[in-house]
């Protein structure tokens, strides 16, 4: 064979090598691990941060939308106005937008969101978001005029969380199983108990994006986890469940690691009905039995900043209510007796998967069992959850986080799982939700926290962490979660 037969060989199989790598760095799939799988994938109609986590900002968009420091940026409203008197907003809307269906967006849609968030059979996890509006109206096609009842130092952030999000009256009721949104992404296949896959959206209208696919991995176990990363099976865990591993990743250039902060008050929640926790000497009594830290390293390997209310440390209203009920084991004790439980009682524990719960629960028997409260362990699964305890509320005790952002006002609803009843407390949420100076806020917040805490409404445990991890050729991926969602649209290879 001639040398230049071989040098056109060479050529060629260089010109395929080169072809090959390029269509492959141009697919620029990426593919992330989340601990839940959601029940659905409706961010209307469910209260499972697991949904947020896969369709907010990527499948729906909001009038606003939240970035990854808490701020609020336009959406599907490129600007708006707002009356000197705080109680008039005038969205105006991005034109030439459709849906992954193809329908068009415009006012229509946005009212028909609003009404239906709205209505007296709304299934909305947040639907007193929207309680705070007397009227919302079309001037045009691209144009929503919102009236509220009083000012809201909170409705543009409120109207950019994935509950609000712009659904289409032609698909809205099919959005659990086949999500249709105007965002970046289109929902392409779900593989129960394994993956959910998202197909970036070819009509999108803004800002380009860099992925063309997204696989969600549902992974809970936390040994799993580590190997799926290791192995390169994932690409990214924006929140990792094996905290105790991190020092792995943290050491291999192959990774990046960031810690961040999240809206995850992790709670021993109560059911403040149910006997013997309606007694505030019992809850006071186990207030004064947690160990925070002892839970925080034993659970989360010292991820996590203890609280003493419902209310995030980064929050600049935050107030710290640690010592409202210091860890004092004989003053536990005789709160107890007073309360008629000098003997202790015998009580259940249900623990969803994630492993803050699971491990936290074997942590949290064993402080009670010093003042006589024996905890059943009872392991459930994320959807048993969602039906026997967060919505008929059939149980003494839970583990969970809420990651819902500035989220103190569901203790003003006596039918929230809680089941917390106190009408001192809901004129306190009037209040704040009446007050737009940032001082008066702040004030009212202080106070709201305060009175949590006195009330021992819950067992109030730790601020969850963002343990981040990814391959570090991504960029893009959020270090902090100022709300529930794994932003898409930034995210991109480096390399």
Known sequence: MHLHHLKKIFLSLVLVVFSLSNV????????????????????TAGAAAAIDEV??????????????????????????????DNLSYTFFLK??????????FDSSDVLF???????????????????????????????????????????????????????SKKSANANKTNPIGTGPFRF??????????????????????????????????????????????????PIFPAPESMDIFANDDRFNVVIG???????????????????????????????????????????????????APHNPYYIDKVNTYPLDLEKAKQLLAEAGYENGFK??????????????????????????????????????WIEDVFTKKNYDLTIVSHVEPFDIGIYANPDYYFQFDNEDFRAIMVQLENTTNDDGRRALAYYAQDFLARHAVNGYLFQLAKTGVWNANIDGMWANAPVEGNDLSQMKWVK
């Open 24 to 43: 492959y760095a141009q697919s620029s799939e990426i593919k992330l691990g989340i601990v839940l799988e959601p029940p659905h994938l409706d961010p």
């Open 55 to 84: 369709v907010y900002a990527n499948v729906f968009e909001g009038l606003t939308r939240i970035d990854e420091n808490g701020a609020v940026l336009p959406s599907l409203a490129t600007n708006w106005e707002i009356s000197s």
């Open 95 to 104: 034109e030439n937008v459709t849906f992954h269906d193809g329908e068009k």
């Open 113 to 167: 969101t609003f009404d239906r968030a709205m209505s007296e059979d709304s299934v909305n996890a947040q639907k007193g978001i929207f309680a705070v509006i007397e009227e919302a109206r079309a001037v045009d096609e691209y144009t929503i005029a919102i009236q509220l009842k009083r000012p809201s130092g909170d409705f543009l952030f409120n109207i950019g969380r994935g509950d609000a999000v712009i659904v």
């Open 188 to 237: 392409s296949s779900w593989n129960k108990g394994s993956k959910l896959v998202l197909e970036a959206f070819d009509n999108y209208v803004g800002d380009p994006i860099s992925l063309t696919k997204a696989s969600f991995i549902f992974i809970s176990d936390p040994n799993t986890a580590i190997a799926a990363m290791l192995a390169g099976d994932i690409d990214g865990f």
């Open 261 to 311: 902060t999240t809206e995850g008050e992790t709670i021993l929640a109560t059911n403040n009905k149910a006997t013997p926790f309606n007694n505030l000497k019992v809850r006071q009594a186990i207030a004064h039995t947690i160990d925070r830290k002892a839970i925080i390293d034993g659970a989360m390997f010292g991820y996590g900043t203890p609280i003493g209310s419902h209310f």
């Open 347 to 384: 009580a259940t524990l249900k623990l969803p998967p994630p492993p803050y719960a699971r491990r936290g629960g074997q942590i949290i028997a064993s402080q009670l069992r010093q003042i006589g409260i024996e905890l059943e362990l009872i392991n459930i699964e994320w959807a048993q």
